[in-house]
């Protein structure tokens, strides 16, 4: 095809459930996904570009034209494979990745029009060969040296995997009874269904991992005890980062505040959204989710499946400095969630019960660029209201948990409690690698993954001595 037809074919559209029928349905996935033909039509927009920019936008530098061009083709196995060479999780990536700030951001036919849908035809790529060959990898003959893997968020899993391949004995110790991390835990089951990351943990299990739940790195066992009395000659920390933070301000402890994490993983990994299970979870007439990222969308699309009337977005500066995925934002308003930007609590309102009986906010107004390079908000003097809620959801962002550090001598970590990595991923303690966001703090999946891998290969060049 000569360029100008590809560049008159439109960009496909995401087919999706119904706003109104999927904010009172639990657990169906938004997307559905696009057909063969959409994609193969989809694939005709790329342009194969001798530099593709794309690739430079994909932290795990994914041969995006290659790809594409065997959908083109209609050789999706082909397209799957060129897909597996880098990225060890597509299906959850075209699901998830901010392709609209990454590769999508790169791609020259967003400079006069609109990108092609990479993240779609990635997520059609993974799809397809799930529902049509999901093979499940060779098991590679043992170099019997033992690896651990201390948590199963998408860090420790490429981790482990990439260990996997190279014969390592790899163990996966796991905190929460179930294998994932967030991607079980927090990101909910209308936007990343369990089934992918179970098959995905499946295919890690085939290739000789051992994944060992309900096992909590620092109180079951100690890092020392997993080299001096298990035999691991090396250790990989992908724990996360999962503790939140909170405002600090008057009410906080009042019954209906808590954090989006908790809430969330009572909803997804506990079935609160189950009648019969008994999970207690805070049952909103109105909810308010403080904060603007993924994490607060999640848990206002959430709120309104488990039946809240009215559901608030409460951030304090604008829409356009919303850290959120435009889809996730897009989504959440069209299943009627409002944006109350420029709005900041300053008070949790209590009532004789000890609830929530409403939350005091103050409009903000933005004023010159923070450290942070985005406009610092500042509270517009006298314009105090009071947002009439029973349920506050905190979601201000997340920091690693401490467990770790404490209990490991010889672990280093910064000020904001990261562990302190070199070029390799190697900690400051002798064979310790870490990666994802128990070093950066809360970030993405793809650069968890990126990292996991990175710290597979420098293990294995640690341990072999090359
Ligand atoms: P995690 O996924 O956090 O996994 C860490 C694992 O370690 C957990 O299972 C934890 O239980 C376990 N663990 C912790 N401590 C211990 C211990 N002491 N012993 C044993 N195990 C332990 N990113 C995107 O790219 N796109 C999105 O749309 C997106 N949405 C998000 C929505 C929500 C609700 C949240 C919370 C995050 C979202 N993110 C998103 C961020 C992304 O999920 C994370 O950046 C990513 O999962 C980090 O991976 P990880 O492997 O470092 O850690
Ligand atoms: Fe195709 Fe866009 Fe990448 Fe060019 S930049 S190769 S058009 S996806």
């Excluded at 954090?259 to 997804?268: C, Q, V």
């Excluded at 999640?298 to 009215?310: L, P, V």
């Amino acid at each position: 095809k000569k360029n100008k037809e590809r560049a008159d074919i439109p960009r496909v559209k995401m087919n999706e459930l119904d706003p109104e029928y999927r904010s009172h349905t639990r657990l169906e996935e938004v997307n559905l996904g696009l057909t063969k033909e959409q994609a193969m039509q989809e694939a005709q927009r790329c342009l194969d570009c001798p530099n593709p920019t794309c690739m430079q936008g994909c932290p795990v530098n994914i041969n995006i034209p290659t790809f594409i061009k065997n959908i083109e083709r209609g050789e999706f196995l082909e397209a799957a494979k060129t897909l597996k060479e880098t990225s060890a999780l597509p299906a959850v990536c075209g699901r998830v990745c901010p392709q609209e700030t990454q590769c999508e951001s790169k791609c020259v036919r967003g400079v006069k029009g609109e990108p092609v849908a990479i993240g779609r035809l990635e997520r059609f790529v993974a799809d397809w060969y799930r529902e049509n060959v999901n093979a499940m990898p060779e098991k590679v003959p043992s170099n019997g040296i033992k690896v651990a893997v201390v948590g199963s968020g998408p860090s420790g899993l490429t981790c482990a995997s990439e260990l996997a391949k190279k014969g390592y004995e790899v163990s996966i110790f796991e905190a929460l009874h179930t294998a994932g991390g967030v991607l079980v835990y927090g990101i909910p089951e209308f936007r990343l269904p369990k089934a992918i990351v179970a098959n995905e943990v499946e295919k890690l299990k085939a290739q000789g991992v051992t994944v060992m739940t309900d096992m909590v790195i620092g109180k079951v066992l100690s890092i020392d005890e997993l080299f001096e009395e298990l035999g691991f000659k090396a250790v990989f920390v992908g724990s996360g980062a999962g503790l939140p933070m909170f405002m600090h301000i008057p009410g906080e402890a009042l019954k209906g505040v808590c954090s989006a994490n908790e809430y969330l993983t009572r909803i997804n990994l506990m079935k609160a959204y189950k009648e019969e299970y008994d999970t207690p979870i805070l049952h909103s007439k109105a909810a308010a989710i403080v904060g603007g990222g993924n994490v607060a969308m999640d848990a206002a699309r959430c709120a309104k499946r488990m039946g809240a009337e009215k559901v608030y977005i409460v951030y304090r500066r604008g829409e356009a400095e919303m850290p959120a995925r435009l889809e996730e934002q897009h989504h959440a308003k069209e299943e009627g969630i409002e944006f109350m930007t420029l709005t900041n609590p300053v008070e949790i309102l209590g009532g004789e019960d000890g609830r929530v009986n409403g939350m005091k906010c103050i409009k903000m107004e933005l004023g010159e660029p923070d450290a942070s390079g985005r406009r610092r908000p500042i509270p517009v003097e006298g314009s105090e209201f009071v947002l009439d809620v029973d349920t506050v959801i905190m979601s201000l962002g997340t920091s690693p948990n401490p467990l770790i550090r404490s209990t490991t001598p010889g672990l280093e970590t910064n000020k904001k409690g990261g562990i302190i990595v070199d070029e390799n991923e190697m900690s400051t303690r002798e064979n310790v690698f870490a990666g994802g966001d128990a070093v950066t703090g809360a970030a993405t999946v793809i650069l968890a993954m990126g990292a996991g891998k990175k710290a597979a290969e420098a293990i294995d060049r640690k341990l072999q001595n090359k």
